[in-house]
Nanobody, 123 residues
Framework: QVQVVESGGGLVQSGGSLRLSCTAS????????MGWYRQAPGKQRELVAG???????NYADSVKGRFTISRDNANNTVYLQMNSLKPEDTAVYYC?????????????????WGQGTQVTVSS
């Protein structure tokens, strides 16, 4: 079993900052990539930022220069530092982990999602 747990959401004023954390735990063999997605009311879930095991990163155009994703491989944890927040950043933020598990002599690769954390930016 694998668990993905996010924390760090909340209410912040426009221009403020928040830091999200996400930890994957359980029967993990290795993690290929982790990322943050968000879903605003009435909109589709979208990729915010992703990071590979080697440290390669990618960002949505809307957050480039404001958000920074980082990763602690030893603790299977990924962070999202969000600065200069805008009201349009308001959404539920979800953590995703693309990983291998090992069970009964076989490897399995799957995506795992956290339960989401609410980020609200007031104007």
């Amino acid at each position: 079993q694998v668990q993905v747990v996010e924390s760090g959401g909340g209410l912040v004023q426009s221009g403020g900052s928040l830091r999200l954390s996400c930890t994957a735990s359980g029967s993990i063999f290795n993690i290929h990539a982790m990322g943050w997605y968000r879903q605003a009311p009435g909109k589709q879930r979208e990729l915010v930022a992703g990071i590979t095991g080697g440290g390669g990163t990618n960002y949505a155009d809307s957050v480039k220069g404001r958000f920074t994703i980082s990763r602690d491989n030893a603790n299977n944890t990924v962070y999202l530092q969000m600065n200069s927040l805008k009201p349009e950043d308001t959404a539920v933020y979800y953590c995703n982990a693309d990983l291998h598990t090992y069970y009964s002599g076989r490897y399995y690769r799957n995506d795992y999602w956290g339960q989401g954390t609410q980020v609200t930016v007031s104007s």
